[in-house]
């Protein structure tokens, strides 16, 4: 079976029966349910595990071209000719993008998952997708003899032997897709006012093109009022349904993870590890890494600017890359200590014997601004850095990535920000915070799974370090840039399954957003907060100071309360929460990232409002 | 779902009806296939992803006993009154050891692997398994109603309405066990001559004890001498014939890895990375970490004296770990240089500053004792250490850890063996060879997914590290180890779903056993030297250097040949090959590691010798 990774829509055609529900857009971008269609097919290939569509326009091409801003993975290619040509010559104007088999849809289509599967699990090379009786007033009728498609016709007595009605969504092989190149050279009349559906009959006798027929396929195109209508009262409620039953069966069990990453995950990222055996110094795994290196650094915007720089290790294996790596021999960074991973970064410091001055703040407490500039003031002749956490997870802070770094830039420092647990989950733009080095890791609010670290740097900060002395050799940033700019390789042999779930985590991030993903995860903290305030609970840090992200709440002083006992009875209901580390008082802590819901944290909170009761644990008020 | 990983089988029972057969060996040691059928049963719970087996035994139990040498998975119990007691009785003898939901068997079973899958892919807590009509003669007959099971009989004439017969494998839920339990303590009559089948039926009336029916499973159970013949003549080729057509059904596409790893992998290892979400500072998480790092060291033969340390890394991060934690700052190593990776271990050295001796051979030569010899006297007072590769990949060379150890001895110095590629491959005994310290990853011969390095270490070598001056933080040996051995959890977030991939690598190394590998991997390499003799090629390395696990071959000096064209070629057709890196000739290599057999060994020489004379490409003979 080869997985197939590549989509290839034909929205070129104007829609002219649709103009008065669509208003002059393209017909995929009607809006069916929450958003255009051409996006629900979009996010539907995607949580198929389609990595890259490609988009072929015309009509108003500018509303696609808009789609690549939000969506990397998308590629548009025009034909110029849209007006004057059929979809035979859309289709090949694709030919620069196309080098695999990949799945062809119609822009306006809506569909069940179901209809994708099966042409995924198909172990045919060509296959067309069919449905039964649709009733709809244009249907395409497709003969077939024995498993192949024989001819397609909109009249039924053209049709020898029924096979079903064209869905409008194929599996395509590159061998075919060549094949179908070839044809319609050598038919010059083909060129114009031919459509692929035509190329596939003629073809269809000396090549192997296979029906897959779905008797009641849950699917409808959308030509007029009338489809429109269908689509809003029957066909979209019955999809909804339909995708969300496909999704039952193959569900992992889902544990509510409440501790600070790794973080629930979707079972589409589980499953995309599960690829075939592929060595990692191949060219094909090196386009996979080199599309994850440019997406990281697109997400907080500094794809102009900024290079991402993976390892496989631990996040924490990442901030040791950075600090050993950009820090010269006779400077020192100021090392902001408000926090577990603030004294991390002083611990690996004091490993290498890396100069550092420490701003101790008792883990609990915000930054004081003005005594961070007092620090770097004294210490500005030797400070070449200030380096910080940017979400403290030991208490759920968050420091102020912006102050600190006009801070910096007075200074003309460098600042080197631990993202860990806020990459993803809130919005960065290293850019406009003139942030110089990142680091991150792939299974926090990335919503990956755990094994790859990564430093988001500054083009021109890494190459300055470029003639530093090294102090190790697995972690040397500038090393391993070098050796993939070079090779496209990793210098090391990468966790390749776990490049794959990146790769479908980050594709899901764009298909949520920015925007959607930081509100998901702003009103689960609300929901928490909220229940929490309401069970009498305390918090260590003040509200204003919260990250939103991770909440650490005081504990209960009742003696019936036992921080192990309660994370027992949580855990066996589903809920892993986590303890407290090194806080100014004693805390356990709640994190809100990862593939979950506000009704997961209702749920939560009533279970731990169970715990209280049946365990006669009072709050003070 | 939740996801059972244990299993119970009950073989205590003395089966008198087969003396004849089987010469008062227990039930279990018959012979059907090629192995015992307690042995065929085992594997088959562990290519199904069960992680523990708990066997009651009872009579002749040192023959079960023994099997835990060869498993290290599995646990025995002896219900020490055998002779007396019913099922039931030694369904409780395990109640210690079980904790969780678990699959229940009987230890005299031949069945399809359909029978486990059924029961580990239903949504029900306890279901029981049955069949369709046998006519084994001696059936359990099962009553149901709706779902449920009512009763079970030898007699037709008991059952209402019949459900199936009993095949002997059931899920039983953890608080279902535990019922069976208070009822038998409550009921002293039942204590001895009970069964197991009684007790469920004794429970079905008050709770949901579900039945799942497959009309034509394949299984039987030998009780007698013609079940035995029956067995042999008809149900286990069947079973065979089901077996494969079931693991088709999933497949992922195999593509012939002949690369040095990551390695070419079984479908278990991949599916075994689809797990639930879990916080990796969970207990349960620690454990199967624990048991990962016990059996790392078993695999070598070290368990008395070794420790396992686990990186989330490369195997490069392990070797790092390994020199910067163990090699003081007044002393050095010698690192014996015959390939990129003793190369490597140069560059680790340089990249810390940590004083060396470099023994350097041209890549392609064997080490030269005498000489080694020399280079560690006339360097004896400031060498700690002898640093090495067993198998160097970058020319397919075993060096004699044997031979080089000696020297180490003689002159008092630790050994470290970069085994990457030989670990699990070739069998290794680190207290035979003195070995004090030895990396590999979990992506070669081990066979499980790249993420993870490990450093096997004698336990008084690496409790001599504890006071060394640090050199780094996230690789530094002792630490890591005395986090895990205080907590039993990583010191930095690990890559879980690799762990998981590793703990059914492991499994299924240990199901193959050390010489079972070893005797796959020399057969390849047996069909591949002979294949590439025959076609003309010649060989980097002298014949009795070969690890027989990489083989580097000259490259043809024919104008027509091209190393990435035949690359493509290859790859084209499923076999990635590998080219050569800085040996004194011109190479390409071709590794026979991973879950391949010699067939595809065949397939490759097949495929390259159509590259070789479509291309004209002629070898000099």
Redesign the interface.
Known sequence: ???IRCAVILAAGIGSRLRSIHNDKPKGFLQIGDKPIIEESIARLIYNGIQSIIIVTGYKNHFYDDLKNKYPFIKTIKNDHFETTGSMFSLFTAKELVNDDFLLLESDLLYESNALQSLLHSSDKNVILLSGATGAGDEVYVGVEGKHIVNMSKKISDIKKLGGELVGISKISQELYEKMGSHIDSHQDKKTNYHYEDCLTDLAGDNEINFHLIEDLAWIEIDDEQHHKRAIEKIYPLICRRDSEIELQK?????I?L?P?????TDTV??S??????????REFGELVEGIRKDLVRIVHGEDSHEAVL???????GV?ACL?SVIPDDKAALIINNGAYGKRMV??C???GINYIKYDIPFGDPVELDKLEQFVNANKNILSHIAFVHHETTVGILNPVGSISEIAQKYNLEIIVDAMSSYAGIPIDVNKDKIHFLIS?S?KCIQG???ISFVICNRESLQKTSAYK???????LFDNFTFFSKSRQMQ???????FY?LRQAINEYFIETEEGRNKRYVEMYEVLKKGLLELGFKFLVDEKYHAKILTAVIEPEDKNYDFNRMHHYL?ERGF?I?PGKGAKLNTFRIANM?QLYKEDIENFLLTLRDYLSSNRITLNS
């Not at 990453?261 to 995950?265: N, V, Y």
């Not at 590890?273 to 191949?282: A, F, G, L, T």
């Not at 390892?311 to 294996?317: D, L, P, R, V, W």
């Open positions: 079976m080869n997985r569900r992992v069990e889902r544990n993870l501790n990453g790794p973080a629930t995950t589980k499953y590890m599960v690829v075939e055996d592929i060595c990692p110094r191949e390892f496989a290790s631990s996040g924490t294996g040791e050993t611990q690996i004091d490993g290498y890791s299974n799974m755990a094994g090294r102090r190790n050799f697995y972690f040397n090391f042999t990468p966790p390749v399954q776990i779930a855990y892993t986590y990862g």
